[in-house]
């Protein structure tokens, strides 16, 4: 029999949000809800819906292969992208982004461009799961801060790089916690930083961000550094089943993830989709404040019962708790609400519509454990 690598065979598997439709086969309900995957409650943008429409027909151009370039939605990621500060605000340029099928293959392929067997990737934990995975893929080492009071503990993870460090993941905000590290922590990790290690800025929900001390990283593009910055229609855009999301760095780093990403890594209807999601800025207002609507509405009810909880800048929140994960996971499937686990004693709920998160409440109440 073939034996996988070994350190393939190491990787601890990403288990995804249970979908739910796998729910309601299995516990034969119906009318469940799933708070698990940060998924935008409100759907997409009907103008991207318009735009994956106009593709599904005879002319629509689905028997040629997409635009390996990206043309247009770099184009358009470009006019909106402005590096900030000092007044002067300039353009990032086309060959200084890179589209991904999903910001978790560019993650993928950014350590497959700088890691090796033996390399070291230092990162927070908890954060992101498939970092990890990503790393180990490579035969690189996951070297795993934790966090303090739920971030990134920025000095700790400088103290971390070693002569073998090649990348440093800072989820901001983190998930699962949904903290931030603000403007000046960041700007002190990055004078500390050594030459030759990318910084891998993960922005997934940058959208949903209100603190007015989060940083502008695009800063640090413009300063020269080794740095990758992260961001995805899968989260605010509400796109996450289209598969896109988009990395920016120095044109020299664009240029040899752009070798090895594969052709054709975005889909026709990815790439047209999230042009228009990006030109949806009502859409975008909306799924903003109903994340706001939502976070205060939780936040009272949780309060209220006395459940402990981590306040977020992102669109799900974290809750630490004295009992098992599990048990509460498990108590919440059988009323038809899906959440996540996180580790052995935490859970991790997406913020929902108003309707789901009164129902995420009233199952909770439910539960006697608690
Ligand atoms: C959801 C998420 C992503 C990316 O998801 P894609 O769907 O692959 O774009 C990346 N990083 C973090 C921290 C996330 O939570």
Redesign the pocket.
Known sequence: MIKPLQYVSRIKPYVPGKPVKELERELGIRDSIKLA??ENPLGPSPKALEAVKELLSADGGLNRYPDDSGYYLKNALSERLLFGGNGSRAKISSDEIIL????????DVAVRTFMGPGDEAVMGFP??V?YPIAVGSVGGVSIEVPLVDYRHDLTAMSDAITEKTKIVFI?N????TGTINKRDEIERFMERVPEGVLVVM?E??YEYVRDSEYPDTLKYLREGRDILI??????AYGL?GL???YGIAPKTVISEMDKIRGPFNTNSAAQVAALRALKDDEHLRRTIDINERGKDFLYKDLGAMGIRYVPTE?NFIYMPLNIESKNIYNALLKTGVIIRTVGPKAIRVTVGLLEENRRFIESLKKIKEL
């Open positions: 995957s940060n991904g099928n999903g910001s978790n293959s560019l993650i954060s992101f498939f989820a905000p983190n998930n699962p993960d997934a929900y992260l961001r995805t229609f899968s989260k996450a598969r896109i999301g992102a």
